[in-house]
């Protein structure tokens, strides 16, 4: 059997944890049968390790190994993905098509985020659990498959069983052996270790000197709550890596890239404020967000008319109502000095050589150019900020999160891949 340090080496798991190598030794334990596992743990520890030692360590590694995140498929496609669907089987199926299921015969299949499966999805699933039947969508024919199935999860199941999310039956069919991966506050020795790796990671890859933590700063690294965990950990790393000139890094600078340092934290959210607060807060700062798209998509009208005509105070008579929508009546003779400054911006495709020549027209429209970048880039910043903050809130749990922010559960897990929190 190969030893937990070979493993952690060929599958670039850092950490000596205990608690870490039991999760370890436990997936090499259990390999070579067919057992299903389940691996739970918050978001960010490191769950999808697992199933990958697990696939490569069983008699099953050279079989296909296939890996589906359950909470980005949508729920109508979702049982088509796993078990295939017959032509005809609805609107778009031309075709008969495989599933995982079939496809993964011989080998294993990872469910990544299982206790978002709908639950019509989670009966087809204990059906090939129990006795490895399945029927593809829009048939009747009953086919056989042999597939190992290793789960995860970052949710209470518990929890989700209460609320009738999900099966019981299905959770003790799948969690035949469990295996937990603590989170990173758990396992303190292994935080520095963690960041020395990443900093070295981003020295390499960023052409820059490693970045080193001063004395008072791994203190602070340690006893941070690191609620995202490993990714949240190697996010910092690799901020600090690409920012800090000083490569040695002293306490107040490390501060400053955790949340409720002072340059992570949104000015108008406070976390001792109360949950109403907080949600008025949100309300206003939605709407602030909203006020701003809204000037914004105006201002990009205004400009595209002025590109197109040339002359302002047509456009100006066109779209008086707009003007003081933007600039408020007392503002009004301000602005059309800013736009006479834009008028250029009707030059570019048919320019002359004066235009070319003249460097500071041509400023002017890089200047148009970048205002507008600015604006999107600081939606997506507060977007980002907000996501964030309510994931710290309620220690990553995403439905809380979720309902916080008043989005589903599923858009809030995009958004975490998208922005790879
Ligand atoms: N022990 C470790 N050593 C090095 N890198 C790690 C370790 N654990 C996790 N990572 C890295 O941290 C990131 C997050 O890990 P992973 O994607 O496995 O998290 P997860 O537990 O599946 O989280 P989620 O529930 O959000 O999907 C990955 O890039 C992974 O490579
Ligand atoms: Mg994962």
């Not at 691996?39 to 490569?56: A, C, D, L, N, R």
């Not at 469910?111 to 006795?131: A, H, S």
């Not at 105006?298 to 005509?309: G, V």
Request: charged letters at 30%.
């Amino acid at each position: 059997m190969e030893s937990i340090q070979a493993i952690k080496q060929r599958f670039g798991i850092i950490g000596n944890d205990p608690k870490l190598n039991r999760a370890i030794e436990k997936a090499i334990q259990v390999a070579p049968t067919d057992i299903s596992v389940l691996v739970t743990g918050e978001s960010g520890v490191g769950k999808e390790s697992i199933p990958k030692i697990i696939h490569q360590l069983s008699h099953r590694k050279h079989g296909k190994y296939i890996a589906v995140n359950c909470g980005a498929i949508p729920e109508g496609t979702i049982d088509s993905e796993l078990f295939g669907h017959e032509k005809g089987a609805f609107t778009g199926a031309t075709q008969t098509r495989s599933g995982y299921f079939e496809v993964a015969d011989g080998g294993t299949i990872f469910l990544d985020e299982v206790g978002e499966l709908p639950l019509t999805t989670q009966v087809r699933l204990l059906r090939v659990l129990e006795n490895g039947e399945f029927i593809k969508v829009g048939s009747s024919k009953v086919q056989k498959t042999n597939v190992r199935i290793v789960a995860a999860t970052n949710v209470n199941m518990f929890d989700a069983i209460k609320k009738e999310k999900f099966r019981e039956d299905l959770y003790y069919r799948l969690s035949t052996v469990d295996i937990n991966i603590p989170p990173l506050r758990e396992r303190k020795e292994d935080i520095h270790l963690l960041f020395r790796k990443f900093s070295s990671d981003f020295a390499l890859k960023y052409k820059m000197p490693t970045i080193k933590l001063a004395d008072d700063a791994v203190p602070i690294l340690q006893k941070h709550r690191w609620n995202g965990n490993i990714r949240q950990l190697r996010n910092v790393a690799e901020q600090i890596s690409v920012l800090e000139q000083n490569r040695t890094i002293s306490a107040s600078t490390l501060q400053g890239y955790l949340p409720n340092g002072s340059n992570n934290l949104p000015a108008v959210i406070n976390t001792s404020k109360s949950e109403s607060d907080f949600s008025n807060e949100r309300e206003i700062l939605y709407k602030v967000l909203f006020d701003m798209k809204s000037d914004l998509n105006d201002l990009k009208k205004l400009t595209m008319e002025l590109m197109k005509s040339g002359n302002v105070s047509e456009v100006e008579k066109d779209n008086e109502g707009l003007i003081q929508k933007i600039y408020g009546e007392s503002q009004k003779d301000n602005y059309t000095e800013e736009f006479e400054d834009l008028e250029v911006l009707a030059i570019p495709e048919q320019a002359d050589e004066d235009y070319h020549s003249d460097i500071k027209t041509q400023d002017k429209y890089h200047f148009a150019e970048e205002i507008e970048e600015e604006e999107t880039l600081s939606l997506h910043d507060k977007e980002l900020e907000l996501i964030k903050k309510s994931l710290e809130r309620h220690q990553g749990k995403r439905k809380l999160a979720a309902a916080e922010l008043g989005i589903s559960e599923r858009t809030l897990y995009r958004k975490i891949k998208q922005y790879d929190l």
